[in-house]
Structures are given as structure tokens and as C-alpha cells.
């Protein structure tokens, strides 16, 4: 399979390239990014295409994601991240949706083989997507992935034949090797569950090659995805 990846600078991205690196099921990666990745990642099956504008794709970029079958998009943060409100939507809303609307008009424009391009973005356990609900905690990052998911799940709606979407709703992702927030990660884990940054790339990539019974991937399932993918491939 031919991958699309972003966000591959951060702490979910790279896990999920080092995993399609060795995964023998993905064949070719396709990494969008506003910079260069760290030098370890070298691949004859990795190419890296630096974009400078999140929100259109001009047909050379297109061109070179012709037969890609899935997307992993890891790429965004929390509101608190970005200067303001509006930024934080924008980077977290509508870039991945501008790249799923340009990925749906480039299909068209190809033969196919009446598959369906599987688009995974990272959401979170606690997004809302009820709006006039009232929020304490994190109202702006809650609400931003709840609208993320109702975009989605309103575009691979209307677009049923082409392609189909899944949101991955997972608590607190802990980087590699980082023992300190393991240890502050299993303190807390009974408020918000954990999930390893390696574990959870193994399920996203298992998402991207095999799909999920449901649009909304809950946190359990990932869980449990993370950990059955990586005995059976192990
Ligand atoms: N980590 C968690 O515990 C957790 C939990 C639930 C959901 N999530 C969600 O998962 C996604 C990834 O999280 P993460 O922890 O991997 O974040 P991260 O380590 O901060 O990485 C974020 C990635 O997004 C890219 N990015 C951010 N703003 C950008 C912009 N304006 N233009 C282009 N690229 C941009 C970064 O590129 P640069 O390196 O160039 O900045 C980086 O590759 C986010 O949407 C986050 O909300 C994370």
C-alpha cells in the first residue's frame, strides 16, 4: 500500500513512520511537512515533499500522491499551542480537510480500483461534537476535534464511494522513551488513560491497511489493536 503521513515531526507522526518503515505491507510513504524530517529516516520507500501551505494542493503535489490508499494524519496540537483561536482551527480543521476535499477531486480524475481511500486523522477521548454543550476544561481543543469529526464524517458522507474516514479518540499518547512522563502517565492514568506512542502507531497503521467497524476509534480499541498488531507482526 502507498501511505500519506503527516505531522511526522511530532510525537505521533514519527511513530507512525518508523512503523510503515517496517511494515512490510506499505510499500511507499509519502511524508508532507513544512520542514525536513530528522536524518535517521532513510528509505528508498520514503519520500518527503515540503509544503509551505497546508490549505491547497497544487496538481505536482497531487500528481505525486497518485495511487496512495490512505492517509494518516497526525499533524496539529492543542488550542493553547497556537496564538489564537482561529489558528488553532485552522491548522487542526481545515488542513485536514482541505487535503481530504483535494484527495476526493484528485480520485476522480483517476482510474481506481473502486476502493475506498481510508483517511485516519488523530482526534482525541475527550472531543466534543455537540457544540452548545457547556465546557469547564480545554473548551476550545474539545470543541475544535469535536467540529474536526463532524467535517469528516460529513464529508466521507457525501462522498460514499470514494472514501471513508476514521477518527482515532485517544487519551494521553507517551513519547518514546520518555521515562518521565511514563511514570507521571501511570499516576494519572485513571483519569485520562494512556497509550504508548509505538503502540498506538502499530494500531493506527493497522486502521490504515485493514479499516475499524466504527468511524470513531475509542481509545480501548486502539489500545487492544496496538497490542494484537504487534505481537502478530512480532
Ligand atoms: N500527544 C497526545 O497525548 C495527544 C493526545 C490526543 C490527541 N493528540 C493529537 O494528535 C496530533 C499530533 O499530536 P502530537 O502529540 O504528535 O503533537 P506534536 O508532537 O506537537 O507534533 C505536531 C506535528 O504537527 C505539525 N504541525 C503543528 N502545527 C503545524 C502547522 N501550523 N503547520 C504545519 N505543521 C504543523 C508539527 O510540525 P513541526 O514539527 O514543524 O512543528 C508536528 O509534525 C494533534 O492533533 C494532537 O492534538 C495528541
New binding site residues.
Given amino acids: 500500500m502507498k501511505i500519506i503521513l503527516t505531522?511526522?515531526?511530532?510525537?505521533?507522526?514519527s511513530a507512525v513512520l518508523q512503523q510503515c518503515l517496517h511494515n512490510l505491507s506499505i510499500t511507499s510513504i509519502v511524508v508532507l511537512?513544512?520542514?525536513p524530517l530528522s536524518s535517521h529516516f532513510s528509505s528508498p520507500k520514503l519520500k518527503v515533499i515540503i509544503l509551505n501551505d497546508?490549505l491547497t494542493y497544487p496538481d505536482e503535489v497531487l500528481a505525486q500522491l497518485d495511487d496512495a490508499q490512505a492517509c494518516i494524519w497526525?499533524?496539529?496540537?492543542?488550542a493553547s499551542k497556537y496564538p489564537n483561536v482561529e489558528t488553532a482551527r485552522e491548522?487542526?480543521i481545515e488542513y485536514p480537510l482541505a487535503a481530504a476535499a483535494a484527495i476526493i477531486v484528485h480520485l476522480r480524475t483517476q482510474k481506481g480500483d473502486g476502493r475506498r481511500f481510508r483517511f485516519l486523522s488523530?482526534?482525541?477521548m475527550s472531543a466534543v461534537r455537540d457544540m452548545n454543550i457547556k465546557l469547564c476544561m480545554f473548551k476550545d481543543s474539545r470543541q475544535i476535534k469535536g467540529e474536526l469529526e463532524n467535517r469528516m464524517i460529513d464529508l466521507a458522507e457525501r462522498n460514499p464511494d470514494s472514501f471513508e474516514v476514521f477518527l482515532a479518540r485517544?487519551?494521553?499518547?507517551i513519547p518514546k522513551d520518555n521515562c518521565t512522563l511514563s511514570i507521571i502517565g501511570s499516576l494519572t492514568a485513571g483519569i485520562q488513560p494512556i497509550i504508548g506512542a509505538d503502540e498506538l502507531a502499530v494500531a493506527m497503521v493497522d486502521i490504515a491497511l485493514n479499516g475499524a467497524e466504527t468511524e470513531l476509534v475509542l481509545h480501548e480499541e486502539l489500545v487492544a489493536r496496538g497490542k494484537v498488531s504487534a505481537s502478530d507482526s512480532g
Fill in positions: 505531522g511526522c515531526t511530532g510525537v505521533i507522526g511537512s513544512r520542514r497546508f497526525a499533524l496539529g496540537g492543542m491548522v487542526n488523530v482526534s482525541g485517544v487519551g494521553t499518547v
